[in-house]
């Protein structure tokens, strides 16, 4: 059973940043897909960050210069480092993942993903 477990949301000051962690285990896909999205309120879910088993990456044009999502491969885990913060990155972030079925890259669209951790809260203040 694949499990994802996210940490380090919190609160912030508008400019500040914040390191996400998501553990993963129970999962050995050879190519995989891991991605952040987040959700923020009366929002549909939308991604921030993709990478591969490859280690290639995706951001959305809006996200690229502040977001950068890695991997630890020996620690199993996940992280979304978000650099200048704004009030609008404000919601909850979600890590998810799943093999990459064959297509040879990774979607950025929730509906790729079946597997879903719980979210962790990030709040960015004025």
């Known amino acids: 059973q694949v499990q994802l477990v996210e940490s380090g949301g919190g609160s912030v000051q508008s400019g500040g940043s914040l390191r996400l962690s998501c553990a993963a285990s129970?999962?050995?896909?050879?190519?995989?897909?891991m991605a952040w999205f987040r959700q923020a309120p009366g929002k549909e879910r939308e991604g921030v960050g993709v990478i591969d088993s490859n280690g290639s990456t995706w951001y959305p044009d809006s996200e690229k210069d502040r977001f950068s999502i890695s991997q630890d491969n020996a620690k199993n885990t996940l992280y979304l480092q978000m650099n200048s913060l704004k009030p609008e990155d404000t919601a909850m972030y979600y890590c998810?993942?799943?093999?990459?079925?064959?297509?040879?890259?990774?979607?950025?669209?929730?509906?790729?993903?079946?597997?879903w951790g719980q979210g962790t809260q990030v709040t960015v203040s004025s």
């Open positions: 129970g999962y050995t896909y050879s190519n995989y897909c």
């Open positions: 998810a993942a799943n093999s990459d079925r064959g297509l040879g890259y990774c979607p950025a669209h929730r509906t790729f993903y079946n597997y």
